[in-house]
């Protein structure tokens, strides 16, 4: 994989750890009425059922490992930071939750018959090593499904504001390559590490938002470490005036008082031989 000018992956490790062991409260409420629109074609796409034994990876809320408990699939789920797992953990009680990092799983080989990421590998440092412990954790004719985000510009609403109206010396650390952004990349990506019969689809999740000025507090106090912590590190007046172009490029988005906020997304599946 060619990395990224300036790119250090235990930079972006401990920046991403930092960021969730803070956020692992505030996610729900900021971005899960989204991302759990995927749970379902996701569980679909590895063929979770009664008695599949499934994995999932940064599992952060836990609404795929609890949604595949619900069919019966006999299911751990793992995630990197301790605070996200007690969260998941209080959230879904009957489900086993698990502190593990996604590049270096605590499994055996073949222990699976299903792994899925939801809106994790672009948080990875090493999204390529994922993709090499999912296929070794899998059994062989195992399923792997994961999500990321499109490419439309309602997504980005907040960081491209903090972009244009914030501190330019306030910013992230170098990201990782974008593995996944371009299908036939993430194809050439998928058999590297082994998988066949890639299969990607396009998810046209919404977001429905009551109350915008309302849903800027919850953006500021609980998003994740790449859309919050930038944010967060604003000053005051900056932050008032982030607040007020997002509430005003959101309200583009309304129809009967209520923000619809177009969530494209990716659904990326394969099989391992």
């Excluded at 250090?8 to 692992?24: L, N, S």
């Excluded at 836990?62 to 998941?88: H, I, K, T």
């Excluded at 396009?202 to 309302?214: F, G, K, W, Y």
């Amino acid at each position: 994989m060619t990395m990224s000018a300036g790119y250090d992956p235990e930079r972006w490790r401990d920046f991403e750890h930092e960021g969730w062991e803070t956020a692992a409260e505030g996610y729900h409420d900021w971005i899960g009425s989204a991302t759990i629109q995927a749970v379902g074609p996701m569980l679909d796409a590895v063929r979770a059922g009664a008695g599949t034994r499934l994995l999932d990876v940064a599992t952060g809320p836990g609404y795929v490992a609890a949604a595949a408990a619900e069919r019966g699939a006999s299911v751990v789920g793992a995630d990197f930071s301790a605070a996200v797992v007690a969260a998941a953990s209080r959230r879904y009680p009957g489900v086993e939750f698990r502190e593990a990092g996604a590049e270096a799983l605590p499994f055996p080989d073949a222990s699976f018959d299903a792994v899925t990421i939801n809106f994790g590998m672009h948080h990875f440092p090493h999204p390529e090593r994922a993709l090499a412990e999912a296929h070794r954790v899998l059994q062989p004719g195992g399923h792997i499904a994961f999500t990321a985000w499109g490419t439309a510009d309602s997504i980005r609403i907040v960081p491209r504001m903090v972009q244009q109206l914030g501190d330019a010396a306030i910013s992230l650390p170098t990201q990782p390559p974008d593995l996944f952004g371009d299908p036939a990349r993430c194809e050439h990506t998928l058999r590297a590490a082994g998988f066949l019969s890639p299969t990607i689809v396009t998810l046209q999740m919404v977001q429905r938002i009551e109350d915008p000025e309302a849903y800027f507090e919850i953006v500021l106090k609980g998003a994740g470490p790449r859309q919050g912590t930038p944010l967060r590190a604003q000053s005051p007046e900056t932050i008032a005036a982030i607040r007020a172009a997002v509430v005003r490029e959101l309200r583009t988005y309304e129809q009967d008082g209520v923000i619809h906020l177009p969530m494209p997304a990716i659904l990326f599946s394969a099989q391992k031989p």
